[in-house]
Structures are given as C-alpha cells and as structure tokens.
C-alpha cells in the first residue's frame, strides 16, 4: 500500500494544481478550433498538443520539462530561444510565395507599411502599461500577425516572454476571420466595399527573379536586423523563380517548413508551462496583442481609404486589412467580406499583394526594433 | 513607471515615428524600384534597337571624299549648277523623284539621266534613310577643275 501511496504521489494527478488543468484546456481549445474549425490547423494542432505535453507536472530535475538544460525538449526549444526556426520558415514561405500581384500593383505595397503602424501603437501602450522596452517591442510585433517574426523578435530581446506573446501571435492569427471583419465593416462603407480593381498586368519571369533580389538588398540595408528573416524569405523566393533551382525551393517549401513548424508549433506550445504562463503580465499581453492586431488593421483600413482621395481608379478599401502579414488568412477574409457585397467580386488575387507587402514590412519594423533596442 | 511618463522616460514617441518612418521609406522606395523595373527591364530587352536609333540621331551621314579623278564634261558642270541651284531651294536631305520634278518643270534636258550622272559623280549622295543631299566638297572640287 506504502508503494501504490508513493508511486502515486510520483504521478502528474498528484503533483498537477489547478493551472495545469487551465491549460490542458486551452490546450484542447487550441486542438479543437485546429481540427473542427480548421483555424490554422497546421499551427494550433502542434501548439495545442505542445501546451497538453508542457503541462503534465513532471518533477525538476529528471531532465523531463522544457526548462530543463538536459532535457529533450529544451534541446529542440533552442531553436525557438536561439532564432532559428523563424528564418527557416521565411525561407518556406519565399519558395511558396507568388509576388506576381505586387509586382503588377506595386502601390499596394503601401498598404502592407502602413498595417505595421499598429506596431509602433502597440509599443507605445505596452510602455505606457509599465513593460520594459523590450519586452513591449515583442508585444508590439504581435501586430504585425506574423508568428515567426514575433518569436525571432521576442527570442532576441525578452526570452521570458516567448510562451505568452508566440501563443498570442498565432492565436490572433488563427482567429483573424473572426476579429478582422467587424473592424473592416466599422471602417468602411457599402460603396467602398464593391469597389472593382483592375486586372493586374502581367509579371514577366525577369522582373520575379530581380524581386527577391533588389528587396533584400534595398530593405536589409536600410534595416540590417532584418537580415535573417527578409534574407531568408528573399533567398526561399529566388529557388522558386529561379526555376533551375526548383528541387531545392519544392524542399524548402515542403520538408523544411514542414520540420520546423512541427518543431516551433511543438515547443511552443510546450513552453506554456502554467507556472510560467498563467501570470498577470500574459494576460496584459493577450490584451495587448489583441489590441495590437485590431489596430493594425485598422490602420492599414484608413491608409487604403487615404489614398483612394489620390488614386484613380479607387482601390477597394479592404485591401487594407491584408496589410497585417497572417498570409494567407487575412487576405482570404477580405475576399469573404468582400464577396458578401458582391458575389461577383473576386479581390483575393489583389489582397495577396498586401499580404506579402505586409510580411515584408514586419521583418523590417522587427529589425528596427530590435535595433533600438540593441 | 506607467503611462506618458514611461513613454517619454524611454524614448517612446521618438522610436514609434522614426520606425513608422524606417518602415515607410523601406516599403516606398521598393514600391517605387518596382513599378520602374519593367519598363527597365523593356528597356534592357530593347536595347540593340535603341541603340541603333540613338546612333542615328547622333551620327551625320558620312561624307564620301572623293580620291578618285572625276571626269566631267562642260555640259555636265553646267548641269551641276543647275541642278545644285535646285537643291539649294529644297532643304537637305531632298526627295530625288521631287528633285526631276523640279528640274521637269523648268525643262531642264534629260533630267533622269542627269540626276544618274550626279549620282555616280558622288555630287548627289544618299543619307540612307531614302533622301538626299548634296555635296558641297565633291561640288567644289568639281568647280575648281574648271
């Protein structure tokens, strides 16, 4: 009886208090709006099961917890505290992007610069609510709803709060169908949203392979801390273009980004221990980011409306709201928002310039940040 | 420390506009390069046929001095200033049908075969563009023999 009382008291339902239990249940959450909802399902299943095994209570020492130096899981967590995986996801993201769009339309790069405004806002309240620096520059960058860049960013100035402000990013990723459209239909009118845009010109296979290579070149030295992930996400998007590169850009694309996104979504989600989740300062930061996100839409909403009083022909002003990167959700939003005006109006192909743009423009407003704060 | 004063203490308000700023400028310089690349790249395609047309604004037909004796006849000089009377009412280069026109509407004699004479003497010299001019060296020369 000694024995069955000591081998239960070894076990996770003896040792577990009631935060664990909280986040066993976020962690269904986040597996049930993956697998029923297919919110990001390629990101909420790894990070959903990562919180269920970063939540069973395993005793210090034995090199089980994340947090441990000697366990398995810290190993393959390094790559998340080192800055690894993000760049090698830019790197996929470049082999399976198409900059065809922007490059017919290059205004509406702008709209993907000025969604990044919700950024700086962030930062600024971040402050304001009594974060330091740099711990408020990695909540910021939850507004630009690029996950990658909110872990690189995060993994270089405030490591402590990677769990809350990753789980943040990708959670405010997975729901922008559900917190962009109201925010669209706020900002604009009916008449603005069944504006037509043109059909874009045709991109030439030149103009595609000297993309990749003038944007690193022209943004990296302007933000030289932008480097491993724009240089990545460039060099990802030359092997497709390239065409005589294709076996390495289908790899980049398929296995590499596959691998590393079940590694970061894995201990991602592992690395929101309760301990060290469940605290006052991670729920400032879902507030936050929620606000960094609204903001960033909103931004990028109003930009658009701007430059409609100095473009002809107008844009639709939904655009806009592609401008925050969560490629590519936040664009398919605004084909669904726009099609709910007019079935007939197909704005995907057009919201995918933003889209990039907006991927782009984070990588560089992270390596700003990181710069100010280096 | 919260509120403004935090956000004045590190710098807040500086580092939000000069990264809104760094950002913007990022994005609209690439914007701008890339709205221009096309029409460089149609350039660049172009360009053994820019070339060429820019070589032919900028090069004057070149002027064929003669070395060799020309052989003329009294006549023939004579028609030489005729014909070069001509030409100095038309503006170089000159059309050559508009040329016997001209010479046929003051019955000038044979203007056909004249015109060929003037041609082989060189005095009349194609711009290779289907016009003519005439040449005021091979004209001198001509003039001086006399």
């Known amino acids: 009886m000694e024995l069955l009382m000591d081998f239960f008291s070894n076990t996770g ?71 690894v995986y993000p760049p090698l996801i830019f790197l996929g993201i470049g082999a399976m992007t198409d900059f065809s769009t922007l490059l017919a339309r290059p205004v509406l790069m702008l709209l993907g610069a000025a969604a990044q405004a919700g950024i700086f806002i962030t930062f600024l309240g971040a402050l304001a609510l009594g974060f330091s620096p740099n711990e408020a520059a990695s909540i910021g960058i939850i507004g630009g709803a690029d996950g990658p860049t909110a872990i690189f960013l995060t993994a270089a100035l405030a490591k402590d709060l990677i769990g809350p402000i990753a789980v943040a990013a990708y959670s405010y990723m997975a729901l922008v169908p559900v917190i962009q459209p109201p925010i669209m239909k706020l900002l604009t009118t009916r008449k603005e949203r069944l504006i037509r845009m043109e059909e874009p010109r045709t991109v030439s296979k030149t103009e595609k392979i000297i993309f990749p290579i003038v944007a690193l070149l022209l943004c990296c030295f302007i933000a030289p801390a932008a480097i491993p992930l724009l240089g990545m996400l460039c060099f990802g998007n030359l092997l497709k273009e390239a065409v005589v590169t294709e076996r390495l850009a289908v790899t980049a694309r398929t296995a590499v980004i596959d691998t590393v996104t079940i590694l970061l979504g894995l201990t991602v989600g592992a690395s929101t221990q309760a301990d060290v989740f469940l605290t006052p300062k991670s729920v400032l930061i879902f507030v936050l980011g929620a606000a960094s996100f609204c903001v960033a839409t909103a931004c990028g909403l109003l930009f658009a409306k701007f430059l409609n009083l100095f473009l002809r022909p107008k844009i639709n002003p939904l655009l806009g709201a592609a401008g925050v990167s969560a490629v590519p959700d936040s664009a398919r939003v605004v084909q669904i928002v726009g099609q709910e005006e007019d079935p007939t109006n197909f704005l995907l192909m057009h919201a995918m310039a933003p889209n990039i743009s907006g991927v782009i423009g984070s990588a560089v407003a992270a390596g700003v940040l990181w710069s100010f704060m280096m | 420390m919260n509120g403004l004063e935090a956000i004045a203490f590190y710098n807040g308000w500086k580092i939000s506009a000069t990264g809104i700023c760094i950002v913007f400028t990022a994005l609209c310089t690439l914007s701008f390069i890339i709205s221009q690349l096309h029409k460089g790249l ?46 100095q009412s038309m503006k170089d280069p000159f059309s050559l049908p508009k040329l016997i026109m001209l010479a046929k509407k003051i019955d000038l004699g044979r203007p056909h075969s004249t015109v060929n004479d003037l041609l082989s003497a060189r005095l009349i010299v194609p711009d290779g563009k289907g016009l003519y001019y005439w040449d005021n060296d091979v004209y001198t020369t001509i003039l001086e023999k006399e």
């Open chain 1, 13 to 83: 339902f003896a040792m577990a208090d009631y935060r664990n239990f909280i986040m066993i249940g976020i962690g269904f959450i986040f597996i049930y709006l993956g697998i029923a909802k297919h919110y990001e399902p390629l990101l909420l299943v790894p990070i959903g099961f990562g919180i269920l095994v970063g939540n069973i209570p395993v005793f210090k020492g034995l090199g089980l917890g994340i947090y441990e130096d000697n366990s398995v899981l810290h190993y393959l967590y390094l790559g998340v505290t080192q800055g």
């Open chain 2, 42 to 87: 149609s350039i660049w395609e172009k360009r053994e046929e820019y070339i060429k047309k820019a070589g032919k604004l900028f090069s004057r037909p070149k002027k064929t001095v003669l070395h060799r004796k020309i052989k003329v006849s009294e006549s023939f000089n004579e028609s030489a200033r005729q014909f070069h009377v001509l030409t």
